[in-house]
Nanobody, 122 residues
Framework: QVQLVESGGGSVQAGGSLTLSCVAS????????MGWFRQMPGKEREFVAR???????TSYTDPVKGRFTISRDNDKTLYLQMNSLKPDDTAVYYC????????????????WGQGTQVTVSA
């Protein structure tokens, strides 16, 4: 069982930056594909970014390309650096983990954190 805890959310004005962190309760996250998803009110949870187990491959949804960067550091921590934030980025952001695969569908991911709110004002 993997437990994930996100932090770093908050309120920021458009154009600002935030860095989200996700700490896993396992000895190492190197066996897991890690990712970030977000969910806006009344909408499905959507893919934002993912990173391969050893950090050599990343993938992003088009709306965040060039603005967000996913990375992993040491054995337990995942990050999402978010720059040039827009009001449309406002959502609850979730850290996810899965063993293998490249699916961007939330239903295909096994483990989730509790989420952290990001609010971007115009």
């Amino acid at each position: 069982q993997v437990q994930l805890v996100e932090s770093g959310g908050g309120s920021v004005q458009a154009g600002g930056s935030l860095t989200l962190s996700c700490v896993a309760s396992v000895r190492t996250i190197y066996k897991y594909v890690m990712g970030w998803f977000r969910q806006m009110p009344g909408k499905e949870r959507e893919f934002v970014a993912r990173i391969s187990p050893f950090g050599d491959t990343t993938s992003y949804t088009d709306p965040v390309k060039g603005r967000f960067t996913i990375s992993r550091d040491n054995d337990k921590t995942l990050y999402l650096q978010m720059n040039s934030l827009k009001p449309d980025d406002t959502a609850v952001y979730y850290c996810g983990a899965r063993i293998g695969g490249t699916s961007t569908s939330a239903s295909a991911w096994q483990y989730w954190g509790q989420g952290t709110q990001v609010t971007v004002s115009a």
